[in-house]
């Protein structure tokens, strides 16, 4: 079974800013993407920011210049630091992992449970 768990959401003022972390359980040996996607009521999930095992990273046009996503070296976990925050960034930020090799095979998605992240204004 794959595990992924996000820390660092809360809640902050406009301009200000909050880093998301996340990290896939121990038995993962290798993942092709991961990312963030968020979510408010009454809305589709809408991709944030994705970063591959090479490094390159994929952002919505409605954070670039303000997010930024990161991978650890040599682990299996992603960031987000999140700048400039504005109001409509509120949302539940989900943590994103695809294409996953595990000990036990192989899973094509994976979601972590989702933090709240509050931006007000």
């Known amino acids: 079974q794959v595990q992924l768990v996000e820390s660092g959401g809360g809640l902050v003022q406009a301009g200000g800013s909050l880093r998301l972390s996340c990290a896939a359980s121990?038995?993962?040996?290798?993942?092709?993407?991961m990312g963030w996607y968020r979510q408010v009521p009454a809305k589709q999930r809408e991709l944030v920011a994705t970063?591959?095992?090479?490094?390159?990273?994929n952002y919505a046009d409605s954070v670039k210049g303000r997010f930024t996503i990161s991978k650890d070296a040599g682990k299996n976990s992603v960031n987000l630091k999140m700048n400039n925050l504005k109001p409509e960034d509120t949302a539940v930020y989900y943590c994103?992992?695809?294409?996953?090799?595990?000990?036990?095979?192989?899973?094509?998605?994976?979601w972590g449970q989702g933090t709240q992240v509050t931006v007000s204004s």
């Open positions: 994103n992992a695809e294409g996953i090799y595990s000990r036990e095979g192989f899973y094509r998605s994976s």
């Open positions: 121990r038995t993962i040996r290798s993942i092709n993407t």
């Open positions: 970063i591959t095992s090479g490094g390159t990273p």
